[in-house]
């Protein structure tokens, strides 16, 4: 087990028995999930492991959970609804793509995955529609492959492979407004004033999301930023570089690197 103690900010502790690499995390209020490459998802409780969920047939890179359900994102084309209480895979959710991450908001799940974010009926397990983006003649836009979404009240951010932010409104399945990055997107999340971007090539960027500029550009990285994620006040970045860096918002600089 790794534990690393950040003065009066955040602790945080890591413990898991994992065979295979692990591909994705996701913490409720009681259990913490973990997603691998060997196609199990463990449950653990009080940093115990718990359960294995077995099932799917790819690499799992997405996890949700609502303290009663579980859903499970995977490149086999498929997520997964669990009952947390018997631990049995109730439903399966089809798609046209591999699924790289979810998101949910009220009764709304969103999986995404290739050129388009999939929005489902959480309550119905049903799907609804597809956000894709379309160019100029209205015809979807095939190499724009979506890598990172975030919710913020009625409207959803997706980052892409093609350098582009767009915002779109949720009701109406249209993109709002469109933001030249720079650099293919890997990851991005979001408050209520600020989007922060992260990018291939080891930078990330932090926007207004009112003016939708650019406020400032971190670079401390030395390989892609894969995982961007805000707790305790401060945004953490995860890169390829094998290091984990705090960043304060504020200041728009990094107070702490956590390796090994």
């Excluded at 980052?159 to 932010?165: C, I, K, L, R």
């Excluded at 894969?226 to 290091?243: E, K, P």
Aim: hydrophobic share 35%.
């Amino acid at each position: 087990m790794k534990e690393w103690h950040f003065a009066d900010k955040v602790t945080l502790k890591l413990a898991v028995e994992q065979t295979s690499g692990v591909t994705s995390l996701f913490l409720d209020d009681e259990f913490l999930f973990s997603g691998s490459h060997d196609r199990n998802i463990r449950i653990y409780k009080n940093l115990e492991l718990k359960q294995v969920l077995e099932g799917h047939k790819g690499t799992i890179w997405g996890l949700l959970s609502d303290n009663t359900t579980l859903y499970s994102a995977s490149n086999d084309h498929t997520v997964r609804v669990w009952d947390l209480e018997t631990h049995a895979c109730t439903h399966v959710l089809e798609s046209d793509n591999k699924i790289f991450g979810l998101q949910m908001n009220r009764d709304r799940l969103f999986s995404y995955g290739g050129s388009s974010v999939r929005l489902w009926n959480r309550s119905q397990l049903k799907w609804v529609t597809d956000i894709k983006s379309r160019d100029e003649k209205g015809l979807p836009m095939t190499n724009s492959w979506v890598n990172a979404i975030s919710l913020r009240d009625h409207h959803l951010v997706t980052g892409s492979s093609d350098s582009h932010m767009r915002i779109w409104d949720i009701e109406k399945g249209e993109c709002q407004s469109t933001v030249t990055t720079g650099n293919t997107i890997l990851a991005l999340t979001s408050t209520h004033d600020m989007i922060f971007t992260a990018h291939q090539n080891c930078s990330i960027q932090a926007w207004d999301t009112r003016s939708q500029q650019r406020i400032f550009l971190l670079k401390e990285h030395r390989w892609e930023v894969w995982q961007l994620t805000l707790a305790g006040g401060s945004l953490f970045s995860g890169s390829f570089d094998h290091t984990i860096k705090g960043w304060d918002v504020r200041k728009a600089a990094s107070w702490t690197t956590l390796t090994g």
